[in-house]
């Protein structure tokens, strides 16, 4: 089924809260939040009483916010534990969060998983394509509940009252390579539609709105510590350059960064996105790290009265990417404390 144009509303990265007042509500036969329900029922359904205990916490339980991209041990329930009939469900639950555009990079980057185990010599303890973990928050479908969907550089995380999201936030997607330099997808990029507005973006900047933009030519590891509880916003004066003051074109470059992010989402969660996008009164800034040679490791962020984007190219020569997305009043769902 076709699906509405961005075209109006993306359009509101960094733009006037006043835009796009209109909401964009799915129609019935479309809802996302009730296929969220049927499939993760689905999906718990298949499980016996061990791996259901495993997938299962309470909506309030610490691991809710216990989220990260690293390899790391993991609870909830992984794919290399489910049988060949649990495994479609797990993936139509995940599909249910997912645009086609957010499915094919978050396969793509749980494949590159497989790349990583035989670069490394390592033999499938942390790097494999079936080390990603499904976990369930609350009772699907009753009050407030939600779901995970997580492991290296995929982290997934959606809060819904019933059957209407409230919350697709924090997420992060990453690449390892970022750029395939050899074999049979040589040229292949991930997140290229995130990376490319902004590139062109920093190349249009005049002198001195790189003066403003550029705070370091060293690129840190992370420019905020991402996978906190609550995220941590720039201070106003030392957030980069601001949406106001760029020319029209730049700014329809940063707006076609922020909707290559929605792109991911069905058009539920994009709502949700926009939601945040819009809400309140202040800055909208572009921030840079690192030379202005983007082949070179760099990163840059995104900033907004409510929004925080981070994304990051600085470790194997610039080719291995994380970006991340915080909501800084609605991650999980829930006001920042």
Not at 34 to 58: E, H, P, Q, V
Not at 120 to 128: F, L, Y
Not at 238 to 258: C, P, S
Not at 276 to 292: D, K
């Amino acid at each position: 089924m076709k699906r509405p144009s961005l075209s109006l509303a993306i359009l509101v990265l960094w733009a006037s809260p006043a835009l796009a007042q209109t909401p964009v509500v799915p129609r019935a036969e479309e809802k996302t939040g009730a296929l969220m329900i049927d499939a993760a029922r689905r999906f718990l359904g298949t499980l016996d009483a061990d791996l259901r205990a495993k997938a299962s916490f309470a909506l309030d339980d610490p691991e809710r916010q216990n989220w990260h991209w690293i390899p790391r041990p993991r609870k909830g329930v992984s794919i290399k534990e489910m049988t060949h009939y649990q495994r479609p469900l797990a993936f139509a639950l995940l599909d249910t969060g997912l645009s086609g555009a957010g499915s094919v990079a978050a396969a793509t980057t749980m494949s590159y998983e497989e790349i990583i185990r035989i670069q490394e010599n390592e033999s499938g303890r942390i790097r494999d394509p079936e080390l990603y973990y499904v976990s369930v928050f609350g009772t699907p479908g009753e009050g407030r509940w939600g779901w995970r969907w997580e492991g290296h550089h995929l982290s997934l995380n959606y809060t819904l009252d019933g059957d209407e999201i409230v919350s697709v936030t924090p997420f992060m997607f990453g690449s390892n390579p970022a750029k395939v330099v050899s074999g049979p997808n040589e040229g292949l990029r991930s997140l290229a539609a995130i990376q490319d507005p902004i590139y062109k973006l920093l190349a249009s900047l005049s002198p001195g709105q790189k003066e403003v933009a550029i705070l370091s030519e060293r690129v840190p590891k992370i420019p905020s510590s991402p996978n906190d509880a609550v995220a941590q916003p720039l201070p106003a004066g030392k957030d980069g350059l601001a949406y106001d003051d760029m020319t029209e074109e730049q700014r329809a470059l940063l707006r076609a960064a922020g909707a290559a992010y929605l792109e991911m989402f069905p058009e539920a969660g994009r709502e949700v996105l926009m939601d945040g996008l819009r809400r309140g009164e202040g800055r909208r800034t572009f921030a840079w790290y690192g030379t202005t040679d983007t082949t070179k490791p760099h990163a840059f962020r995104l900033q907004g009265p409510s929004i925080l984007i981070d994304f990051n190219n600085e470790q194997d020569g610039g080719n291995h990417i994380h970006t991340f997305f915080r909501d800084l009043s609605e991650d999980f769902g829930s006001p920042a404390k």
